[in-house]
């Protein structure tokens, strides 16, 4: 029972950026890639969410044992498979709420009554100390970096999906959404969600206490580790184990 | 979202509901085409007064003498003299629901109008044909003093109100030649006048619903908004399908006085064989606000033989829910699909499209599919093909369009009938009359149930160079005494029909059996060289057995020419005929060309008058399979070398675009051949259809315009729109807004999808007169791009004819991003569902503006539209 990752190569635009990497996220723990910009981590959350500019040349990706490499995104999506996007898009016309109700009936695999569904809603936000006027809103339409992190995070709790990728979640927030977002993620995890966090600082990693700490340049994962190593990223920066790496070689 | 809809909206009429022609009961029917006569007879049935009859007789007088308008759809051939003007269903006003008749109770159950009363409307007219049926108005309306009526009743209860309103002001009746007509034979519609500071909460609805064939409908509505009132008013249209076109030609006249507020919504979702000319227009007074709310689906043209798994059939003849072929452009094959409508498209200018050997006519806008070069890449320096929809007046000569090379033929032998036996002569000699048996004398003729294969060659031979004397009871089968296949003529006769040949000539052999005669006859092969076709029900055959037939016709009457078989014929539509066999089974097929002028010949010596004949050559590399039984032809058909394969051309390969069923052939040529009626079809999920070989797309146009005069100082417009344009549809909308007084303002929003290749075109006109200062006025346009090729044209059009005034103009084309359907995929929608979700959207502020049956309506018709080709 875990979202396997074995030696999955990922090329976009023929650039190679994702190479042989190999990962394990468990049920009910917490997973984290760190590594600086543009060293592959969005693309392998991408790719192993399916999307079409991202293409796997080699490896696997299993989910519960199930190969869902060549699965659509949708079709992972079902499997229960979650990625929280960077930069997420704004659909405008398209209200929170009727979003959320149709990706929960997707999930789910069957649909959801609206009157229902609302009222879930309705607590889901006051829990999240939420407004339901967001609910009301066009999703992404004109939100700020937090009320982003926020709707993404909302529906990580809506969909409790097995196994989620949070692709840079911490990134452009103020210290209170960092705590709101923190705070759904350890929610998540308490519901049995696996969890992938993408980052590249340790912000986060202060109010979430990961279980696994992977580093990732140039494509490839250097160094697996505990918590501390979080740290220790913190104090010395990524080139150091860069550097430890070559001078290793 | 789909079943959502479906659950929470019972009261929505879904396409299908109003397909059926009720057995209309149909009190009246005037004779069709419009005269004098026919008015004052409108005029007397309506017991109308005076003044409104010599109104009428005026607008007639200005009809007779003006010319169709020169804007818009091509209208010239609009057949005016066969519309029936004016019928009256068999009843009277019926105040409550129990007293409708049963069958007209009916078609308003199916288009849920009950039900929307039962949901508090304000109130409901309905419009059967002419007459208003059922019409209730809310009490407390009545007692606020709204009049909310049936026009003809609004003549006679009104005079002093309709007088001064009914075509004055608004829409006069010189306005053009369609509202003169109009005036002429209005009939029916919708009068509502809201007094002085009358709010009506509830929006008012009337449907209209034209039933009897070729009716037209001419209804008249006619709003007045007293000072400070308020009210919305809703459209609702549909018709059911008929063949025949039906002329929708109404008039909507709004007065928005000094504060008055008025709200009009329709939802265009007419059967798209109506001609649907209507003008709506609204004057609005001092800080008077009109609003416009607009959605619409529509379509346009063509003729031809349509392939269709009986044969080809002429689109003029098709009619819904028949059988054609289409082309699935995902799996790349031809593939049956059913004809939602046909349309009659009015006289076009018509061109003539050669290609492949094959020909269609058709106007400029008809798309066909074609062949376009393109890098992936502009570095690339590999160009790949790829298939594009492109209407006729884009293609050149050179062009690759597609054609079906052949077609799945599901054929069944054909029936053939029982023999008419008479062996009982009937004779008399000097002492009496009497009949003999003559069964002892004959061997009885036998025949198969079915066609079968030499069955079909012998029909070849037949149509070759046969000929059935009806008046001797014999049929002559030109095969020379030096033919190898003289013994196979005679082996399958003895074969078939338990017949034998006994007298043989040196040209032709001779089948002496008047039940054989009958038989031939019978099945369609009776005519003479000039006159003889080729039976419809051949094109149902197997395809082997069509082979064979096509082989027995070689073999009596074709050659063997350097790349190809020919066929020669004095009837060209033989050849014609021939040559869709031909199509039909998968051989190469070229132009039918003028073989020999008409003139003395000589022929054996013997000076003769000949006509006209004709050539049809059969190549490419399927003929070498021609189930020929003449060796001597035979051989030399397997030495032809002829290659036709529409896999390349002139150095170009696109094999991967092509396969059994399509190939590709260059556009040979292109002629204007004048002025013809033409007709269009519109196939189910795949939008296209095969005519003359030839895989063209149906296609569509619509156009509305609305339009605000702002008369007033501080009146205000807005007009909100919605146009769906699918795969080959063009949508032609629009609004105006005209500013004839100071600080008026207006607003026109459109929006627009455009998918697969759909064309969506605005136009918009803001008029500002000289008296117009401080007008603000804004036109936004908004395109959605959905797949790829899909277009969107914004023709705005600004008259600023005062300087102190703020116009802003401002258009969006935004095309659905693979990032935002990417995103909700992740989120477990499909593909499609996405699409959908993200055009629900973007139209969403338009729906939020529409009641919310209409809402659930317009959502519906785009979802509808939807279906099908997404991905």
Known sequence: MSLQIKNLSVVTANKTVVKNVSLEV?????????????????????????????????????????????????????????????????????????????????????????????KKLATKLKELNMNIDFARRHVHVGFSGGEKKRLEILQLLMIKPKYAILDEIDSGLDVDALKVVAEGIVAAKKTGTGLLLITHYNRLLKYVKPDLVSVMTDGRIIKTGSAQLALEIEKNGYLSFHHALRGSK | MKKAIKKSSPATPSRSLYDTADLARVKYRAKPGVSEALVREIARAKKEPAWMLKKRLAALALFKTTPLPHFGPDLTKLDLDKITYFIRPDTTEAKTWADVPAEIKN????????????????????????????????????????????????????????????????????????????????????????????????????????????????????????????????????????????????????????????????????????????????????????????????????????????????????????????????????????????????????????????????SGNHPFLTLERKKRHPDHKKMFFETIWKPLRDLRFGDMVAIAKTIPLSGKPFKLPAL???????????????????????????????????????????????????????????THYTEDYRDEVCGVLQRLFNYTVTEKKDRYIIINSKTLCQLFTAIGFGGTASSKTVPAWIFTLPPTQIKAFLAGYFDSDGHVATYAIAYTSISKKLLEQVKLLGIYVGYGVSHITQHRVAGTVTILGNKCQASDSWRLLFNGPEIISLPSRCKRKRKK?????????????????????????????????????????????????????????????????????????????????????????????????????????????????????????????????????????????????????????????????????????????????????????????????????????????????????LPVEYALELNRLIEMEMEGAVG
């Not at chain 2, 349509?306 to 059988?323: K, M, R």
């Not at chain 2, 004779?427 to 036998?446: D, V, W």
């Not at chain 2, 929003?749 to 007008?775: H, Q, V």
């Open chain 1, 26 to 118: 468990k049920p009910k723990l917490i997973s984290v890639i760190m590594g600086p910009n543009g060293s592959g981590k969005s693309s392998l959350a991408n790719a192993l969410a399916g999307h079409p500019k991202y293409t796997v040349t080699t490896g696997k990706i299993f989910l519960d044992a199930t190969d869902i490499t060549k699965f659509s995104p949708e079709k992972k999506a079902k499997a229960g498979l979650f990625l929280s996007l960077q930069h997420p898009p704004a659909i405008p016309g398209v209200s929170v709420a009727n979003f959320l109700r149709l990706a929960v009936g997707a999930a789910l695999g069957q649909p959801q009554n609206p009157q229902e569904f609302y």
């Open chain 2, 107 to 362: 078609t308003f159950d199916r288009l849920g109008i009950p039900e929307a009363e039962k949901k508090a409307l304000g109130g409901v007219g309905a419009q059967y044909d002419s007459d208003m049926v059922y019409h209730k108005l809310k009490k407390d309306l009545a007692d606020k003093g709204v009049i909310f009526e049936n026009m003809d009743t609004a003549v006679h209860e009104h005079p002093e109100l309709v007088q001064k309103y009914f075509m004055t002001q608004c829409i006069p009746i010189n306005d053009h030649k369609f509202i003169m007509l109009h005036a002429a034979v209005w009939s029916g519609g919708t009068f509502l006048y809201v007094p002085k500071n009358v709010t009506v909460d509830l929006p008012l609805q009337a449907y209209f619903r034209m039933n009897a064939k070729s009716g037209g409908q001419f209804e008249h509505t006619l709003i007045i908004a007293d000072e400070g009132s308020q009210v919305s008013y809703i459209e609702g249209c549909s018709a059911p399908r008929y063949n025949v076109n039906s002329l929708h030609c109404g008039g909507v006249e709004i007065f928005v006085h000094k504060n008055a507020r008025v709200r009009y919504s329709s939802i265009e979702n007419w059967s798209k064989d109506t001609y649907n000319l209507n003008t709506k227009r609204a004057l609005v007074d001092e800080d008077g606000v009109m609003e416009w709310v607009n959605g619409n689906m529509g379509c346009l043209t063509e003729r031809a033989l349509v392939a269709t798994p009986n044969g080809p059939v002429s689109i003029a003849a098709l009619s819904p829910t028949q059988i054609v072929y289409s082309y699935d452009e995902r799996v790349k094959k031809i593939i049956k699909s059913t004809v939602i409508r046909k349309i009659f498209s009015g006289t076009k200018n018509v061109y003539r499209l050669e290609a492949g050997g094959r020909e269609v006519e058709a």
């Open chain 2, 420 to 478: 008419i036996c008479n062996d009982l002569i009937k004779s008399n000699n000097q002492y009496r009359a009497f009949t003999m048996s003559t069964k002892h004398l004959y061997n009885p003729i036998a025949s198969p149930s079915h066609t079968n294969e030499d069955f079909m060659w012998l029909m070849g031979l037949l149509i070759g160079d046969g000929h059935i004397d009806k008046k001797r009871n014999k049929i002559n089968l030109a």
């Open chain 2, 637 to 849: 058909i397997l030495l032809l070398k002829t290659r036709r394969n529409y896999r390349g051309a002139s150095g170009l390969n696109f094999a991967s675009q092509v396969n059994e069923f399509v190939g590709f052939a260059r556009v040979t040529a292109i002629k204007k051949i004048g002025r013809i009626k033409t007709y269009d079809i519109e196939v189910e999920k795949y939008h296209n259809f095969i005519a003359n070989g030839l895989i063209v797309h149906n296609s569509g146009v619509t156009m509305l315009y609305p339009s605000s005069i702002l008369r007033g100082r501080g009146a205000r417009s807005d007009s909100l729109g919605v146009a769906f344009a699918g795969p080959g549809q063009n949508q032609d909308t629009g609004a105006k807004a005209i500013h004839a007084a100071p600080n008026t303002s207006s607003t026109i929003i459109s929006k627009s999808i455009s998918k697969d290749g759909g064309i969506n075109t605005f136009r918009g006109l803001i008029k500002i007169m000289p008296n117009a200062e401080g007008t603000n006025a804004s036109m936004v346009c908004d395109a959605l791009l959905i797949g790829k090729k899909s277009i969107a044209n914004t023709i705005p059009e600004l008259k600023i004819k005062n300087e102190q005034v703020n116009v802003a103009h401002e258009a969006r084309v935004g095309r659905i991003g693979e990032e935002e359907i990417f995103y909700l995929q992740s989120r477990g929608l499909t593909e499609q569902e996405a699409t959908r979700l993200v055009v629900s959207g973007f139209i969403e502020p338009i729906v939020k503006a």
